[in-house]
């Protein structure tokens, strides 16, 4: 999961460390100590131009014992030069591998990285991100706290790598701090029965799939559920429901196509009531914010449902739409909580870490996979760790 987010990442630091290290001056070296180094180059130059003459002049003619040896005591000079800079040529020149921010930390030599700097530096992971469907607002909050944690603040060349990596990690985890639902336990604390729940979302975005999900895992819990065909202007969606209906042993309440969506969904509550049934999922239409009369159909019937949850589903492979489709619901209906289908074949992870804390609603369950069992609960935990943080 996520393996293109990973990759525009390290290309990014890898970047920013071409950068740093152009730009950042080597560490400072004591006057006495530079003085000696400054001093000695010069005058093995000049010693080192003598001898190529020296040599030139031994090809023409035989060597002698006192011209050997003269060539062995400036081999043995040049040999101490070589050691004097050793030390000096491995630290600029040394090269290992590097994990995720370990190219920063071979690279950055200076104690402090200036404003000006860090918004240069920046710029390619903000890109990187970008690229990955990071909505812009997450994007910004990932840059005002990196920036408080390392711009003018002594940072020993040890510990780059950690505080950077530390306060990325600090950031994305701020993305979900919002009050995780345990939809089971709800469900169960609920004394009136039925809990009412309406799934909204665009055409495609995988609700009824998502539902029947839902619907199994409520029945591997020991409870019953009942389904509310309240699409009733898409082609074959109550038939699509019936038939998951058939499947999981679900009774499903529907009318006839272009009838009163909302009124589904009251008959499918009274139904429930007088059968003693705990849940209610009440399946709609998509939509868009910009179709007013289903916008105003989805408010009747929550209007009417008055449901516990309401849920956005909607496809994580779609990124800065499926957030923006969420952000448009919450504003128009107020959702709960949010549902991404088909994470797992998700590898920019945008809308996995942008949606929570675009909408401040948490994501509940994921979507691995076709199969009624492959919706998994959310852990922001897994998904910062597939980010390689």
Not at 13 to 37: D, L, M, N, R
Not at 118 to 137: G, K, R, T
Not at 320 to 336: L, P, R, T
Request: one cysteine or more; aromatic letters at 6%.
């Amino acid at each position: 999961m996520f393996n293109f987010l990973k990759d525009k990442l390290k290309s990014a630091i890898s970047k920013i460390s071409k950068k740093v290290e152009a730009e950042t001056p080597k560490e400072e070296i004591k006057e006495e100590t530079k003085g000696k180094i400054e001093e000695k180059p010069k005058k093995e130059k000049i010693k080192h131009e003598k001898t190529k003459e020296d040599i030139q002049e031994i090809k023409k003619e035989e060597l002698t014992e006192e011209k050997q040896g003269f060539l062995s005591k400036l081999k043995e000079k040049f040999i101490k030069k070589e050691e004097l800079t050793e030390e000096k040529e491995v630290e600029e020149h040394k090269e290992e591998k590097k994990g995720f921010f370990g190219i920063i930390k071979e690279k950055i030599t200076t104690t402090k990285i200036s404003e000006e700097k860090f918004e240069d530096l920046f710029s390619d992971l903000e890109l990187a991100l970008l690229e990955n469907n990071v909505a812009f607002e997450v994007v910004e909050k990932i840059k005002e706290d990196l920036k408080k944690d390392v711009v003018d603040k002594p940072i020993k060349r040890g510990d780059v790598e950690n505080t950077i990596k530390d306060s990325l990690k600090e950031s994305i985890e701020d993305l979900f701090l919002t009050p995780k639902i345990n939809l089971m336990d709800m469900i169960k604390n609920k004394e009136e029965k039925p809990f009412v729940i309406c799934f909204v979302g665009i055409n495609g975005g995988g609700k009824t799939t998502s539902i029947s999900k839902v619907a199994h895992l409520i029945k591997k819990k020991n409870l019953s559920v009942v389904l509310a065909a309240s699409d009733t202007f898409r082609a074959a969606s109550i038939e699509q429901l019936k038939e998951w209906g058939n499947r999981l042993n679900i009774k499903v309440i529907a009318h006839n196509y272009k009838s009163d969506p909302a009124a589904v969904a009251f008959d499918a509550i009274k139904y429930a009531q007088a059968h003693k049934i705990d849940v209610v999922l009440i399946d709609t239409a998509g939509r868009l914010h910009s179709n007013i009369n289903l916008m105003r159909e989805m408010q009747k019937i929550i209007k009417v449902a008055k449901p516990d949850l309401k849920i956005f589903v909607g496809e994580a492979i779609t990124g800065n739409d499926c957030v923006e489709q969420a952000k448009e619901f919450n504003e128009a209906i107020g959702i709960d909580g949010v549902i991404l289908s088909k994470a797992d074949v998700d590898e920019k992870g945008g809308a996995m870490v942008s949606t929570s804390f675009v909408t401040h609603r948490p994501i509940i369950y994921i979507g691995i996979g076709q199969n009624l069992d492959d919706l998994k609960e959310f852990n922001k935990d897994e998904i910062i760790k597939s980010i390689g943080l």
